[in-house]
């Protein structure tokens, strides 16, 4: 493309607008729009951006640069220890066993031991980029499975460092030859490279947290975003000149800020540019495709993807099971880190430059390598609709629910989380019967071990709620978290058991319409009292009579149970309602500022036939 950077920025953004919604209409996700994206406009297919791949990922590599900085970012030490066991267990066999796997795959190909150890050391590698990507989406960070998941990839991202000083010790030419870059042996490079490492350490723990604070002090926003981008470039410069991955530089600077007092500015000022540069780079993995040599060879490079993807689901699987990631986490772990990697890019051009592997060998990799990281997106729909499915069946199958003795109780707890929990330690405390149905296996022996009598099965089955005692119970209290399951059951239970009054916990504001409509008699949004008590208390530190703030989270507390139901009527139209809520925020904040007395308070027009609270 003869134009410049704005040309292809142009090129990159709108095909990105058109492609990624009609991915994500057609249930394919938006990494695999932006691939398919890149595929099109790439120098191998219609040849609209880049003149050559090199130029596209050079191009891309930022989006990984600003990606890994904020990943370094929330990598405080007490995470890092708490990850511990994980990164060095988990993250650690995964690369040993994956490396040891594909050098003999390679080994079988004839490639010498040298050659195929680097190939196996680079292709064990798995995508940050793009499990980060899937795991956001699906909201799984914060779980086992996400968590096992990023010690993995943690631990391939500090793997990258001894990877790079020990790959031109393997070269098969004279350990003498001389990088012509900057006519250092490799020893010499790797010398550097640590030297690089050591100085970003030590600079961000003397040198950069005085200058935040004086950026900070001139209360200027967009200085310290272009401070936060200058500090994120300039490692990348520094990076890119000694010859090693930008991305790695950033990565060690944001774990080194973890620590300061700065680490949220940092990540609120860079934050927005993420998603955006993230984009761009699974636009421009699409670009990178080689399509001349996929033609060329089609079967040979289908079967070497299938080969590396075989290769890394089998340790991966093996893992799971050693490390009790159990039900479908497993095969989610399986299936989500089965792809080659960034780094892979950046570890065969360091190759390359170092006589380490040559064109032959480099070129269809990778291609396999992209192709790869294109294929993962598939690969969880097919796991989404297909293979979880299944899994969850057999799951059923293998655990019935159990026989529910005790079935005279006066209240049916759906739902036993630290919600549930709550609910079911205050009401026999004072004295109340409750039974407690909960459907997660994990669960359940938790609470069992102690001592807590909890059945298993789901509440949403008729014939389960009819055994613990729906005729003859007098509530209904559903604390599952999941707002499919509980509509189920909120449905099933008033249309059958009519007579039973309905407590339910929601997510928030929207769900609580949904719920309302299904026939509840109580919403119970789950954060809503915490928060109020806690805007009570600042209230209180701001200067504001204990009788002022418990009086100001009241009106707050009324209207809002208030409008949260009127506006039921209209949720779906978007604009509207934003409208309404505006109006709402306004009115509501004219009241609050107006000292309104408790006269006043008694006389507020609030509707609390369904009280919804938070």
Not at 77 to 84: G, I, M, N
Not at 123 to 136: G, M, P, R, Y
Not at 208 to 216: C, D, S
Not at 334 to 355: K, P
Request: charged share 15%; with cysteine; net charge negative.
């Amino acid at each position: 493309m003869a134009g410049g950077l704005m040309e292809q920025a142009f090129v990159f953004l709108g095909a990105a607008v058109v492609t990624v919604p009609i991915a994500k209409r057609l249930g394919l996700g938006s990494v695999l729009g932006y691939l398919i994206a890149g595929a099109i406009i790439g120098p191998y297919a219609l040849g609209i951006v880049a003149d050559d791949v090199n130029d596209v990922m050079h191009f891309a590599e930022f989006g990984v640069v600003m990606m890994l900085f904020l990943v370094g970012l929330e990598l405080q030490p007490s995470v890092l220890w708490k990850l511990r066991v994980p990164i060095v267990g988990l993250g650690g066999a995964q690369v040993l066993l994956s490396t040891g796997l594909m050098t003999l795959v390679a080994v079988a190909f004839g490639l010498p031991w040298q050659t195929a150890l680097v190939v196996g050391m680079i292709l064990s590698l798995s995508s940050t980029a793009i499990v980060l990507q899937l795991l956001n989406e699906n909201g799984l960070m914060k779980s086992q499975l996400g968590q096992s998941s990023f010690a993995v990839l943690l631990f391939q991202d500090i793997a990258v460092i001894p990877m790079l000083a020990l790959m031109p010790l393997l070269a098969l030419t004279s350990p003498s030859v001389v990088d012509e870059a900057n006519q250092l042996s490799g020893w010499q490079h790797a010398a550097q490279l640590f030297a690089v490492i050591g100085a970003i350490i030590l600079a961000g723990k003397y040198l950069l947290r005085p200058l935040f604070r004086i950026i900070a002090e001139t209360k200027m926003r967009e200085i310290f975003t272009a401070t936060a981008l200058f500090l994120v470039i300039g490692i990348a410069l520094l990076m890119n000149a000694i010859g090693v991955s930008a991305a790695l530089g950033t990565f060690i600077a944001g774990v080194v800020l973890a620590e300061s007092e700065y680490r949220h500015e940092l990540e609120a000022e860079i934050a927005p540019f993420k998603g955006l540069l993230l984009g761009l780079f699974f636009i421009s993995v699409g670009a990178s495709i080689n399509f001349s040599i996929l033609m060329a060879e089609p079967l040979q490079i289908g079967a070497l993807v299938v080969l590396l993807m075989l290769c890394k689901m089998l340790v991966l699987f093996s893992l799971s099971r050693i490390f009790k990631l159990k039900g479908g986490n497993g095969w989610y772990f399986t299936f989500a880190l089965s792809q080659a990697g960034e780094f892979c890019f950046v570890l065969f051009s360091f190759a390359g430059q170092h006589h380490i592997l040559g064109s032959d060998i480099i070129d269809p990799l990778v291609v396999v390598v992209a192709l790869s990281m294109a294929a993962t997106p598939i690969l969880m729909i097919l796991q989404d609709k297909v293979i979880e499915p299944l899994f969850v069946r057999k799951g059923c199958k293998q655990q019935e629910a159990d026989e529910i003795d005790d079935g005279d109780t006066p209240v049916i707890l759906a739902g036993m989380g630290r919600f549930g929990q709550i609910v079911a330690r205050l009401l026999t405390m004072k004295g109340y019967q409750v039974t407690v149905l909960e459907h997660d296996a994990g669960q359940i022996e938790l609470l069992r071990s102690f001592g807590t009598k909890v059945f298993y099965g789901d509440a949403s089955r008729g014939d389960l709620l009819h055994a613990a005692g729906a005729d003859h119970a007098k509530l209904l209290v559903v604390a599952v978290d999941e707002h499919e399951k509980a509509m189920e059951i909120v449905t099933h239970a008033r249309k059958h058991y009519p007579h039973l009054k309905i407590l339910v916990r929601a997510i928030g504001r929207l769900e609580v319409h949904d719920l309302n409509v299904a026939g509840a008699n109580i919403i119970v949004r789950e954060t809503f009292h915490s928060a109020l008590n806690l805007g009570e208390q600042a209230l209180e530190e701001l200067g504001l009579s204990k009788q002022e703030a418990q009086n100001s989270a009241e009106i707050f507390k009324q209207h809002d149970e208030h409008n949260v139901l009127a506006m039921g009527s209209f949720h779906e139209d978007e604009k509207k309602y934003r409208s309404q809520a505006q109006e709402n925020y306004d009115a509501l904040a004219a009241v609050l500022q107006a000292d309104v007395n408790d006269e006043e308070l008694e006389q507020a027009p609030i509707d609390t036939k369904k009280p919804v609270t938070d």
